[in-house]
């Protein structure tokens, strides 16, 4: 069965922190490179952060410094911690293979950064 299940969001203040946690189907997860997108309102979906099954690890510009994607491949989990939380970062966050392979996607989980 198909599944990607996202937790760990909610809202904080600028410059805080917050660690997004993601369980994926083996099907997906398995010797797939992983990622984080995220979808802020009026925008497209975009990939913010992409993990490979050997663990290299490549950043959009705008979260890099920032960010820190993590995996665990016998959980097939994938973590994303969040530091310096900007007003711009506020979005829904899903995670996926890195390219999406089959269009699924979970329900994501909303960051909301604001004072």
């Known amino acids: 069965q198909v599944q990607l299940v996202e937790s760990g969001g909610g809202s904080v203040q600028p410059g805080g922190s917050l660690r997004l946690s993601c369980t994926a189907s083996r099907s997906i997860f398995y010797t797939n490179t992983m990622g984080w997108y995220r979808q802020a309102p009026g925008e497209q979906r975009k990939l913010i952060a992409a993990i490979t099954w050997l663990r290299n690890i490549n950043y959009s510009g705008e979260v890099e410094g920032r960010f820190t994607i993590s995996r665990d491949n016998d959980k097939d989990t994938v973590a994303l911690d969040m530091h310096d939380l900007k007003p711009e970062d506020t979005a829904v966050y899903y995670c996926?293979?890195?390219?999406?392979?089959?269009?699924?996607w979970g329900q994501g989980t909303q960051v909301t950064v604001s004072s």
């Open positions: 996926n293979s890195a390219p999406v392979e089959n269009g699924y």
